[in-house]
């Protein structure tokens, strides 16, 4: 320890003692900085839900940094400081014998950019720490990303399980396969009741910055009398432990289902806290492990859930870090289409998508099929502007950061990044989506039929992308199947149903 003085500045997703910033900080030398910034609350429309859960779980992790001694500089939305640097300025004015700022590499590139000049503008070494609450740094990724002639997730997650020793039985796969996905794709039946979700009630601060965000940003979706989110990291352990006993154990049979009955069905909700720094990535995976070990969860569910944490997010985050800041403008399908002002109030006549945008508006949260293969799927199909969706998901959840949010939408949802996440575009008819759950049978649409007033829009728009672009996809050796079935149709019947798609966009604000 030295005596060195520093400005520690404390971002509101970075809220864990572990995060390299604060590695070798001392409350006798130290000062922490928060600053609840409007300008980081509005560069898109954020629910309401993801301000207040930040604003509060920033306000409890100064108030633990008080208690264990340090000197706390908290700006609250309310002082109207307009940017980070405005704080760490104002912090510094009243701290000049400061040597140094430090803060923890911030999610976003946009941030960290603007963070590379801050030395020059501050006249003060301003020190960017690699965030290491990640288990795969960005010279591993690379590493990796640099051998390889297409970046798959699926190998990318075998090389980081084996080097941690997850589910591993010495060097072979628990259970003789490294994947077991194809067990964890059924429909839902409402055969399985869904156990009441631990929630937390508003305490005295969580109530304060709930009205401080009703009166801030009025503008903003998001239901906030429904708040009842886990805000410190004591409450997103016991939202663990709870989801560990009770929900786990189906969670893999039923993360690919869409329920009326249920909004989250068997989902961990847990993205937000590891995204926040209120639970640590390793920890949740080696108490997953644990229950599966003592013959509590399936195999199937256990390796389901460990993936995609260890696999699914460490791996977008490479693809992130390695691709931008070109990656957040690619269009591969060149598509441009304004999105449908029913995106921000979910009167649409669509069921799945009323439903999955309804809940995503009200509570800032929806499970991955409803992202992917509702909305972004429709997106996808109707050729919805790469840059405005992506605006969209960013602004909407609770857990979305540019480095999580971009590539699961631009490169899985949207297959517009030349194919580097996905061999082929997550495409699908509403046939799909009748599998996969109930929504169809309260829908005004009939998923069987193609064109006609009652039909799904789903099922022409998909045969639309298909003949838009059936020669790129024609080079696609797991769409020749797809492809082949649409050239062997009469030429009637495809001009019949790419001109019913086509009127289906022309009326898309009244579907």
């Keep these: 320890m030295t005596n060195t003085k520093r400005l520690i500045l404390i971002l509101a997703d970075q809220l864990s003692w572990q995060q390299p910033a604060l590695q070798d900080a001392s409350p006798n030398t130290d000062t922490l900085v928060f600053a609840e910034v409007a300008k980081e609350a509005t ?31 908290y700006f609250s939305i309310d002082q109207q400081v307009k940017t980070l640097l405005e704080a760490v300025q104002n912090t510094l004015s009243s701290q000049p014998t400061c040597d140094a700022v430090h803060v923890c590499e911030p999610g976003e590139y946009r941030l960290k950019h603007e963070m590379l000049t801050w030395s020059d503008k501050l006249a003060l070494p301003c020190v960017i720490h690699e965030d290491r609450r990640f288990l795969c740094s960005h010279a591993e990724f690379k590493a990796w990303a640099d051998s390889q002639k297409t970046l798959r997730m699926e190998y990318f997650y075998r090389g980081i399980r084996k080097r941690l020793g997850i589910l591993m039985d010495d060097d072979k796969p628990e259970g003789g396969q490294w994947n077991y996905d194809a067990d964890n794709r059924s429909g839902w039946r409402n055969k399985d009741a869904v156990p009441e979700r631990i929630q937390f009630a508003p305490d005295k601060v969580t109530q304060t910055v709930i009205e401080t965000v009703e009166e801030h940003f009025s503008h903003h979706p998001g239901d906030l009398s429904q708040f009842r989110y886990a805000t410190d990291s004591a409450e997103a352990r016991a939202h663990l432990e709870q989801f560990i006993q009770i929900f786990l154990p189906h969670f893999g049979q039923y993360q690919d289902a869409l329920a009326e009955e249920s909004t989250t069905l068997f989902h961990g909700l847990i993205g937000l806290y590891l995204n926040a720094g209120l639970l640590d990535p390793l920890e949740v995976c080696q108490r997953a492990e644990t229950a599966y070990r003592a013959n509590n969860v399936p195999l199937a569910a256990a390796e389901g859930f460990i993936r995609q944490i260890i696999g699914w997010r460490e791996y977008v985050r490479g693809i992130y870090w390695y691709y931008m800041p070109g990656y957040a403008s690619l269009n591969s399908w060149n598509a441009n289409t304004p999105i449908p002002t029913w995106f921000w109030t979910a009167n649409t006549q669509m069921r799945c998508l009323h439903k999955s945008i309804q809940q995503s508006l009200e509570s800032g949260y929806a499970h991955h099929i409803q992202r992917l293969m509702v909305i972004g799927n429709f997106s996808l199909l109707a050729g919805l502007s790469v840059t405005e969706v992506c605006d969209w998901y960013l602004a909407m959840y609770v857990d979305a950061y540019e480095w999580v949010e971009l590539p699961n939408t631009l490169g899985m949802a949207l297959n517009a990044d030349d194919g580097i996440m996905a061999s082929k575009p997550y495409a699908a008819s509403g046939k799909y989506i009748a599998k996969q759950g109930n929504h169809c049978q309260q829908c005004f649409y009939d998923p069987k039929l193609t064109t006609g007033p009652k039909a799904c829009p789903y099922n022409s728009l998909y045969w639309r992308f298909i003949d838009r672009h059936l020669e790129s996809l024609s080079k696609n050796p797991r769409m020749s199947l797809i492809t082949g079935q649409w050239r062997k149709r009469a030429a009637e019947e495809r001009d019949s149903i790419t001109q019913w798609a086509d009127q289906i966009l022309e009326r898309i604000e009244s579907l």
């Design 43 to 73: 560069y898109v429309r954020h629910n309401k839900h993801k301000i207040a859960f930040l604003f509060t779980a920033m306000r409890k992790f100064a108030d633990q940094a008080r208690s264990k001694g340090y000197s706390v500089c």
